[in-house]
């Protein structure tokens, strides 16, 4: 596994992949994606920031809303689906980050 770096419509993106064989060939296969920052113990941070950030706002959705109508109802639906999402690759960037399989970088002297 490693770290590659994107760039989509002028801004870096990177990702942990492993390669796959596919017959002959070697895919890379995305583990999971860091965002914009390049270090895999920072996107830890902020995922935990943003699922933090998300159940807050699933519980407030929570009080007060009833009777619950279609359109909170999706919106709760879409919350969940996407508290789950990042619980697991939270789940994920954790685990690879606690193996050592991919270290945190280190800028600076050579």
Do not use: F
């Not at 596994?1 to 993106?13: D, E, F, L, P």
């Not at 796959?20 to 390049?38: E, F, H, K, N």
């Not at 902020?46 to 699933?58: A, H, N, V």
Request: glycine share 10%.
């Amino acid at each position: 596994m490693y770290i590659r770096c994107k760039i989509a419509k002028g801004k870096t993106y990177y990702q942990i992949v492993k390669g796959v064989r596919d017959g002959p060939r070697v895919r890379q296969r995305i583990v999971v994606s860091l965002g914009t920052s390049p270090d895999p113990a920072t996107a830890l941070d902020g995922m935990r920031r943003e699922l933090k950030r998300l159940r807050r706002e699933r519980k407030s959705w929570l009080r007060g809303h009833e009777p619950v109508t279609k359109t909170l109802a999706r919106r709760r639906e879409r919350l969940d689906a996407w508290i789950g999402d990042l619980e697991s690759k939270i789940e994920t960037l954790a685990g690879i980050v606690k193996s050592g399989l991919i270290g945190t970088t280190k800028r600076g002297g050579h």
